[in-house]
């Protein structure tokens, strides 16, 4: 019989497995949804069935990706955790991208400026706004390794809200915010006593009234700080302990 420190390593690769095809199913949906896009603007003006039949196929696929991230595989995931609770086993959170191994046993570590050069290279290209669209993030600290992040409903999104209304959210639901890349980060740093973090995303933060630049502050602690870089340039740290808009 499997020792409970076993269980805990198996429920350990569970957990990371089905993180990394969240990601990867993301990632299809978006590809998808890009396809029928390019497809459509190609066959603009014809009313040939093949054009709207492949169109609709492609389509077809970006839905079943996201019901899969966003239901399937998210129910998956909360009875795993489900399991981790009653058992009283502790998984700690394995990141989902290791650090490249130096050339040489003194080869100085990364900059930061080298770090989120590399990432940016990884992150899918920037593509034109669409509905369904997944936003790829990748966040590191200063002595630790880069973690994935997407976009889109699940534990993060509700351990969001549920900061939000610690800080006094005024209402039931919870805003669509709570599914973005920023704040899911800033939720997790808020949970773990992460003071200080790097994140590179291949979009920029919502500026709306309930958006992530008015909310990642409010999320974080005072003293915490994210910083954040998006595409076209972007570059700004959030600090902690923001007053939120419903108090200003």
Known sequence: MPSLGEVGATLHQVVDTTTRAQASLSQAADLAA???????????????????????????????ADQAVGRDLDAALQTVYRIIKSLGVVVPAKPLLEPTPSST????????????????RELPEPRRPAAGTKTNGRWFTARGPVRAQVSGDGPDARMVHDALREEGYPHSGAPIVTTHVEMKIAGQMRRDGIREATLVIDNVPCAKLLGCENLIG???????????????????????????????
Request: proline share 8%; no cysteine; net charge negative.
């Open 105 to 120: 046993p003194t080869s100085p570590p990364l900059t930061d400026e080298e770090r989120i050069a590399e990432i940016r």
């Open 34 to 64: 890009e396809a029928a896009d390019m497809i459509e603007i190609a066959g603009a003006g014809s009313n040939q069935a093949d054009v709207l039949i492949t169109s609709a196929a492609f389509r077809e696929v970006a839905y079943d």
């Open 218 to 248: 409010v999320v974080l602690p005072a003293g915490y700080s994210l910083t954040v870089h998006g595409t076209g340039g972007y570059r700004r740290t959030f600090k902690g302990g923001q007053k939120p808009p419903w108090r200003r």
